[in-house]
């Protein structure tokens, strides 16, 4: 299964982690290559529009974005980015799970 989490603020998506497989034949599933390209696509997107103001890092079955600042196309990259991922979601939901964590930015010491 691939296990989207994506935390968001009030108003802007910050992070995005992608991990694991959608289970099919390695290098033939179309559900993990749907979720490739539109991950991918995004983050190119934000590099394009704003490469100092993304952190990132990628290596097989796992993708992390963190967006440092806000950039002027980002939420607009981002927000896409979600509705395609909610799309593949609904069609394959055995497949795929998205979390959505809403980041209120108050931290709690134990």
């Given amino acids: 299964m691939i296990k989207i989490q994506i935390r968001y603020t009030d108003q802007n998506i910050r992070q995005v982690r992608v991990n694991g497989h959608a289970g099919g034949k390695s290098g033939k599933d179309i559900v993990c290559a749907a979720v490739s390209a539109v991950t991918q696509t995004a983050l190119a997107g934000l590099l394009h529009y704003g490469a100092e103001k993304v952190h990132w890092g990628m290596k097989k079955g796992t993708l992390f974005i963190e967006i440092k600042s806000t950039g002027p196309d980002f939420s607009v990259i ?23 964590i809403h980041d209120t930015g108050v931290t709690h010491e134990a």
Avoid: C, F, V
């Avoid at 509705?83 to 795929?96: F, N, T, V, W, Y």
């Fill in 78 to 100: 981002l927000n896409t980015m979600y509705l395609g991922l909610s799309q593949i979601q609904k069609e394959h939901p055995a497949r795929i799970r998205i979390s959505l």
